[in-house]
């Protein structure tokens, strides 16, 4: 990546100057910077408690909203995905589907058309290649938002929850995810993840991230939360959630509590249906209030609202994300949050069955959120809005409030001051030896131990004990790491033992003469799964088998007990590594259950040696 510093001044005192020159905002709106030691125990303000972050100056903001066209002032609330991973040469393919979604060819004119407030980074989208990759892509981006219209910088997010969702890999830091982190039951360990999470995704240009993850998971069959809950206690996901935004916000990144007001008991997934919420309004105080409270005391900079019904809140069966009474007087009015408000993607089927995708975005905004994520039609939701201000459904005061708040998010990140990543800030800081040896110590204390009856773990890796290691192979959330069965293997094997993974159609007749054959679950179902069928079948070789599930710890409860049970929470590397060090005892098994495994295991349960 070419060195940026000279003209990220230059561009910046530019932008600054042109605003400033119609009446718009200036360096003295009150902006700070992250520090620039990303390693550093001093941490960026994160906020004032009680959801009332430390404002930057809102005259000036004012004067600057003031003097924007409406057009400019709506752009500001949509946060798009582009397609290609150049602002502005992308690769034929993403150019051709740019031109299909959105009329033009490359994210930077997608920028300048609709004058966007926000870009949103997807793997999928192929906008996350390499480190040095997204940060050219993002100084791209934010040289189309400062060269025309308003010339606000840009807010440009991503999903980087770490565990089961990650849009960046290798070679940045993947951490443990946040069931992982409710096993370790370490705030402080919590913060210094996110923390790390967030310096690196500073030094890419992505300065807002969609987590941490505020659902409390309290049942089982949650298709779409699960481990990216930090378990099914309240308080101590509210503990977790409030270090996170701490950590985050610390490192100059707005972190994003969700999703508001709570997806941890449903059966539906909201990217695909529209889940209903059967909580009565004392079990939702109980239960799922208290970790979006911790948010907004934690001074969080922004809370996404969730695509689910929720009749003992609002029996109107619109969803959360376009109810009025959810989002202005509960979040706005009963928790005080005075931050940005921010839809889940908007073209999930959730919010898109009782609407149409015209009014979709404006009942959105009538509800009180500020920023539009991911229209499936984006021009079609700009122009709604635009109609609906027209047609005076909605006031351009309703949009200013949207705007400012934005605003101030941004200047209070610092991108007003500086909005290109630093140079050299990428090899300084992602997946650096400190950070990676972090991961590893904070996985350490997550691996939890469900089960050692015969006293087989640890297995003496001393005397090089042949393994075999099978089971389900997971796409890894980055496309970067994994197969799982493949990683145990290796790093058993580093440890002294002798390990061979194989495919499930090969293992059971290859068991034979092994010390033991560990098998990888991943999300056993109900009723008919081959998962089921192959532990059986391992069992009844007679060879010691220990259950290892990679995903959710529910695993043992719908299979038959094994000789050692172990609970991971993620099949990313990190997570392996810790596992094969649990299995072998060159570490001690210390992870306690953050959620209860019906039928089998409580909560907080957990072995030692």
């Not at 060819?105 to 192929?126: D, M, Q």
């Not at 050692?452 to 389900?472: K, S």
């Not at 009844?540 to 599930?549: D, F, N, S």
């Not at 172990?566 to 990313?572: E, K, Q």
């Amino acid at each position: 990546m070419p060195n940026h510093a000279s003209r990220r001044t230059l561009l910046t005192a530019a932008a600054i100057a042109a605003v400033t020159a119609s009446g718009a905002v200036s360096a003295a709106v009150g902006t700070h910077r992250a520090p620039d030691d990303p390693h550093s125990p001093t941490e960026a303000p994160g906020g004032a408690p009680g959801g009332a972050p430390a404002h930057p100056n809102r005259t000036q903001l004012r004067r600057h909203i003031a003097a924007m066209s409406i057009e400019e002032q709506i752009g500001q609330l949509f946060v798009s995905r582009a397609y290609g991973h150049s602002a502005t040469d992308p690769d034929p393919a993403d150019a051709e589907q740019n031109q299909r979604m959105f009329g033009v060819r490359t994210a930077a004119e997608l920028v300048s058309r609709y004058h966007l407030g926000g870009v949103i980074y997807f793997s999928s989208a192929h906008n996350t290649r390499t480190p040095h990759q997204i940060a050219a892509l993002s100084v791209g981006l934010q040289q189309a938002a400062l060269s025309t219209g308003a010339r606000i910088p840009l807010l440009l997010s991503t999903d980087q929850e770490h565990g089961a969702v990650a849009r960046i890999g290798r070679p940045a830091t993947l951490l443990p995810g946040a069931m992982a982190l409710g096993a370790g039951g370490d705030t402080a360990a919590a913060r210094r993840a996110a923390r790390i999470a967030g310096a690196e995704l500073a030094a890419m240009g992505i300065r807002q991230d969609y987590a941490p993850v505020a659902d409390v998971n309290v049942n089982p069959a949650n298709p779409v939360i699960g481990v990216r809950s930090f378990g099914s206690d309240p308080q101590a996901v509210a503990a977790m959630v409030a270090a996170q935004v701490r950590g985050y916000q610390g490192a100059g990144v707005a972190a994003t509590a969700k999703h508001f007001p709570g997806h941890g008991d449903t059966e539906t997934d909201s990217h695909v249906g529209l889940p209903v919420m059967r909580h009565t309004r004392a079990q939702w105080e109980e239960l799922d209030e208290p970790p979006f409270r911790a948010a907004v005391e934690a001074g969080v900079d922004a809370i996404m609202t969730a695509h689910i019904v929720f009749p003992a809140l609002d029996p109107s069966g619109d969803p959360a994300t376009l109810s009025r009474p959810i989002v202005t007087g509960i979040l706005r009015e009963r928790l005080g949050f005075q931050g940005v408000v921010v839809t889940d993607a908007l073209d999930m089927a959730g919010v898109r069955q009782k609407y149409g995708n015209d009014r979709v975005p404006v009942l959105a905004l009538l509800a009180g959120c500020d920023q539009l994520l991911n229209p499936p039609d984006l021009g079609l939701a700009y122009r709604s809005v635009l109609a609906a201000v027209e047609a005076g459904e909605l006031t351009r005061a309703r949009i200013e409030e949207s705007v400012l708040r934005i605003l101030e998010l941004k200047a209070r990140r610092g991108l007003f001051d500086e909005p290109y990543p630093a140079a050299g800030r990428v090899d300084d800081t992602v997946g650096i030896r400190q950070h990676l040896d972090a991961a590893d110590t904070i996985a350490a204390r997550t691996t939890t131990l469900l089960a050692n009856a015969a006293g087989l773990l640890p297995l003496d890796a001393t005397a090089g004990p042949r393994l075999l290691i099978t089971g389900a192979d997971p796409v890894s959330p980055s496309g970067t790491t994994g197969p799982p069965t493949a990683v145990l293997a290796r790093e058993l094997t580093a440890l002294g033992c002798r390990a061979t993974a194989l495919p499930p159609a090969r293992a059971v007749a290859a068991a034979a003469g092994h010390a033991a054959v560990l098998v990888c679950t991943y999300n056993v179902a109900e009723g008919d799964d081959p998962q089921r069928t192959l532990v059986t079948d391992l069992i009844a070789t007679g060879v010691p088998v220990i259950l290892v599930a990679v995903r959710n710890p529910y695993d043992p409860a719908r299979l038959p007990a094994c000789a050692a049970e172990l609970a991971t929470y993620s099949w990313t590397d990190v997570e392996m590594r810790a596992a094969a060090r649990v299995l072998t005892g060159a570490l001690r098994p210390s992870g306690r259950l953050p959620v209860p495994v019906p039928g089998r295991y409580p909560l907080g349960h957990g072995l030692t040696y």
